[in-house]
């Protein structure tokens, strides 16, 4: 097990670095840098200073070394855009962005994992086909439109704030008052994150489970005298989560890294917008932060799926064990 | 065999909920917050709160650095300058100056400070211009102004005889002049000396700088910066302005600044009361979906006039970008340009670009700027014939069986056209650019790119044509020297000439130092005159339409001072009034 960990571990170092450098290196090579804005505004000489300021002037070998030497420490430099240290930046960030991340997963979970067993484990029925047309729809719909349709509903019924994190009198309210105020914004834009993922969910809970169900050791627990829904509940779903299991750290990595659409249109202010502005403005070394910080959650992710499946499916634990 | 009538079933189902669902919320009471009418007293009143969008975050709360808007909009609530250029009026108003004379000569003005302190209670004095002259003309703060406050190329000498004085002589005569002072914002020299002095001036007052060591000079004080959601801005109990009656402003007790990335969602604030303003124009587009609501009173649409900023198009003419292109010969030539502006339908383009909100216009002044509009530039009127036989005058002609032109040695007709994605205007704009100039036998490659690699490719002369914007903070044309002069930065078709390259290029530089030294207004807009129509003669920037601009305000917003200018509202935000319901004892919302 210690091997594993260390294995898995390693494949994340290696991930991190090869993601952030590779995002460091192909913005260098897009057109314009962080200063190219300025240039209608400054002489050609004031420009020069600036970007020699900023260390812009140097080979992109040298750049590159030095942001490295950094990046092995942890250190990922300091924003050209915001002049601040880029592991503060998305410190900030990355704690907004999880909060909304894990309402979205334990939402999509909560909605995604029992329609899936339900719409798969049985003969069909309207239910059933309801929820497939349901998920298929939830599916089709892009996130732009998913987002502006949800925050379109909570303009027009007024039960819900528009956008935002917390209201703008949140700094004056009690810490119980705070995530109350929360968890009134939380609503819009988790769901938005969260219904096209329960409906991936669901669709492949669906499949798997209605291959499990025909598997031998269900049929015998049946014929054991166990009931259908205990016999799925407790032989079938276990073993049809594997492939469901293997999603989530991809969707672990996705939710993590924060989602630019949805964080626009309802103003969160997580990771997917840092990152945009960086792309935008060519901060390099903030782009860079923010593509190690979505690759280390993608590795952690699905470090995570795999613990996961190795807790919930025997077989895989009983490859590991020698 | 029964599962596809089971599917159908579902869906219809489904069709059937939804359906009811729509129509029940469609007879259902609109929310509380934006359904009840509003009812308020007529009269302003003082205190409240007022929120307006904000479509990116600030980078920098330097403004003697940064150029971005936030920056330049937090500068306009929070700090002060020597004298103010009224935006409604165009008038030269006092400020932090409460009085000046000038030289006969008009080039030396002495000003007398107002006797009011920074909003830490220190006192303002001639020091804080002194320093703050000192940071934008020093090479190693590459500030932003630095060459907004130059004449002839050479910094203003300023001196201070005491601590209520201040003498700023010009080296040599400028039209506008103290109207110059506008763009300077003033420096607090005890807080920002050090890092002059250290050499850190740029990278002062960053984002992450307490709120409680920024200082102001302004109608209001940064209370509050919540990073990627809001700016939230106290009165300055310490500002030195009253209003008619006397009472000191702000008249707001606070002004929050949300952050709304997204103008979708911006509009959808807007229409359910959570924000008051918009922070920029409401885009064509949105105007049909605000005016059932204006008309209902819940929110004011301002109708601010015609835009001073129109979108405009461009060919490369560095001399060097056709050297070696066979295209050269006729695409670098002002027919070929002439027979452009005649074959595109202004009024097509007023439609489809702007949805009819727009004026069609021949040069880069537009009616929105009455007081430098020239109405006697020549026009092109909209005739294919006559843009076909410009071109059959530079030798392009159709030679073979495809629609498009060629040249005597074959070469299509054809230039890139590069625009900034996710601009609406412009992206629909080169759209119907590609349509119009597609009958008379010239193809239009259009590319959208992002901003930043689009400025790029200006910059380094990398491109055959533009769609752009090009915003001036100005509408005196003397204080957009960059743009008119051969040498300037933002002379966007040729940037940085060392020597004019063409005779009306140098037409146009001399004119415009006569204008920009001139002292006698007329003679400066007959001079002015003179230089749009030699530009629009030769039309190394083409224009086809402003467009008329509206504000989405709420209804509770009262004492607002509009301007075609940004920011539109947000420049006067020491007068701004809100009402609440509670005011006028009646109606709520």
């Known amino acids: 097990m210690g091997r594993y960990l260390l294995r898995r571990l390693g494949f994340a170092l290696l991930l991190v670095l090869t993601v952030s450098s590779a995002s460091l290196l192909l913005t260098h090579l897009a057109p314009g840098d962080v200063t190219t804005e300025q240039a209608l505004l400054l002489d050609p000489a004031a420009l020069a200073r600036r970007r020699a300021e900023l260390g812009l002037d140097r080979p992109l070998a040298v750049q590159y070394l030095a942001w490295l030497s950094g990046a092995v420490r942890l250190d990922f430099g300091r924003s050209l855009l915001y002049a601040r240290p880029v592991n503060t930046l998305i410190g900030e960030r990355a704690l907004n962005t999880a909060v909304l991340a894990i309402a979205a997963l334990v939402l999509a979970t909560v909605i995604g994992l029992p329609l899936g067993v339900y719409s798969g484990s049985g003969a069909r029925s309207l239910g059933r086909a309801a929820v497939r047309v349901a998920s298929i729809l939830a599916l089709s719909v892009p996130p732009l439109i998913g987002s502006l349709a949800l925050v379109f509903l909570a303009a027009r019924t007024g039960w819900l704030p528009v956008g935002g994190m917390t209201s703008s009198g949140g700094v004056d309210l009690t810490w119980s008052q705070w995530l109350a105020d929360l968890a009134r914004h939380l609503p819009i834009p988790a769901l938005a994150l969260a219904l096209p993922l329960a409906a991936t969910l669901e669709r492949l809970q669906s499949q798997a489970i209605a291959r499990a169900v025909r598997e031998p050791f269900v049929t015998a627990s049946r014929a054991r005298g166990l009931g259908r829904a205990e016999a799925v509940v407790r032989h079938a779903w276990p073993v049809s989560l594997r492939p469901v299991l293997g999603l989530y750290g991809v969707m672990i990595g996705s939710l993590f890294s924060g989602s630019f659409v949805v964080e626009v249109v309802t103003s969160w202010p997580g990771l997917g917008r840092l990152m945009y502005d960086a792309l935008k403005a060519r901060d390099l070394y903030l782009v860079a932060g923010c593509a190690a910080s979505g690759a280390f959650f993608l590795a952690a992710g699905t470090w995570f799926a795999d613990a996961l499946l190795a807790v919930a499916d025997p077989r895989v634990r009983s490859q590991e064990a020698p | 065999m029964n599962r596809q009538p089971r599917a159908l079933l579902s869906v219809l189902l489904l069709g059937i909920i939804a359906f009811t669902g729509w129509r029940w919320w469609s007879g259902q009471k609109p929310p509380a917050d934006s359904g009840t009418e509003i009812v308020f007293s007529a009269a302003s009143t003082r205190g409240g709160v007022l929120t307006s969008s904000l479509r990116s975050e600030p980078r920098s709360f330097n403004r003697w650095v940064d150029r971005n808007f936030p920056t330049a909009l937090i500068a306009h609530i929070t700090q002060g300058t020597l004298v103010r250029i009224n935006r409604t009026t165009q008038a030269v108003e006092p400020a932090l100056a409460e009085s000046w004379t000038a030289s006969p000569d008009n080039q030396t003005f002495t000003l007398t400070l107002r006797e009011t302190s920074w909003s830490d209670g220190t006192p303002f004095t001639s020091a804080d211009v002194l320093f703050t002259f000192k940071a934008v003309y020093d090479p190693k703060v590459n500030s932003i102004l630095a060459s907004s406050l130059q004449v002839k190329g050479q910094p203003l000498a300023v001196t201070a005889p005491d601590a209520r004085t201040v003498v700023i002589r010009y080296p040599g005569p400028f039209g506008p002049g103290i109207a110059l002072l506008d763009n300077l914002t003033i420096a607090p020299k005890h807080k920002l000396e050090a890092a002059l002095d250290a050499g850190t001036f740029a990278q002062a007052w960053g984002v992450a700088t307490p709120v409680n060591e920024l200082v102001s000079l302004g109608p209001f004080v940064l209370s509050r910066y919540e990073p990627g959601q809001r700016l939230v801005f106290d009165r300055n109990p310490r500002y030195w302005k009253k209003d008619a009656s006397g009472a000191a402003l702000p008249s707001l007790d606070q002004l929050i600044l949300e952050v709304v990335p997204d103008q979708n969602a911006e509009l959808v604030r807007l229409q359910s009361g959570q924000i008051d303003m918009l ?11 605000l005016r059932p609501l204006a008309e ?28 070696k292109d066979p295209r050269g010969s006729w695409m670098a030539r002002k027919e070929f340009r002439q027979a452009i502006s005649h074959a595109v339908d202004r009024e097509t383009f007023a439609n489809t670009v702007f949805l009819g909100a727009g004026v069609p216009i021949w040069g880069p002044i537009t009616p929105g700027n009455q007081m430098w509009f020239s109405p006697n530039v020549p026009r092109y009127a909209h005739s294919i014939d006559k843009a076909k036989e410009l071109l059959a005058g530079l030798g392009l002609a159709n030679r073979d069986a495809d629609e498009w032109l060629e040249d005597e040695k074959g070469t299509e007709a054809r230039f890139t056209l590069l625009t900034y994605r996710g601009n609406s205007s412009l992206e629909r704009g080169s759209a119907v650019l590609r349509e119009e100039l597609r ?14 690699a689009l400025t790029e490719r200006m910059v380094k002369g990398d491109f055959e044509a533009i769609s752009f914007f090009f915003s001036s903070s100005n509408l005196d044309p003397a204080m957009n020297p960059d743009f008119w002069l051969s040498s300037g930065s933002a002379h966007i078709w040729n940037i940085g000439q060392a020597t004019p390259a063409t005779e009306w290029e140098k037409q146009i530089d ?16 007959q001079v002015f005159d003179q230089v749009q129509k030699i530009f629009a003669e030769n039309l190394p920037v083409i224009y086809f339409v402003a467009p008329r601009m509206y504000m989405g305000v709420s209804s509770r917003v009262g004492s607002m001072s509009p301007t075609i200018l940004r920011p539109q509202l947000l420049w006067a935000a020491d007068t701004l009034t809100v009402r609440s319901p509670g005011d006028a004892g009646q109606g709520g919302r």
């Open chain 2, 279 to 289: 922070q920029q124009q409401v885009r064509p587009e949105d105007i049909a979906t």
């Open chain 2, 439 to 452: 009958p008379l036998g010239i193809a239009v490659d259009v590319v959208a790119l992002e901003q930043g």
């Open chain 2, 510 to 525: 001399d004119l415009m130092q006569k204008m920009m030294s001139g002292t006698d207004q007329a003679e400066r807009k």
């Open chain 2, 296 to 323: 209902q009173g819940k929110i004011q649409l301002l109708e601010l006039g015609v835009g001073t900023d129109p979108d405009l198009f461009f060919f490369n003419l560095r001399p060097q970008q056709w050297a």
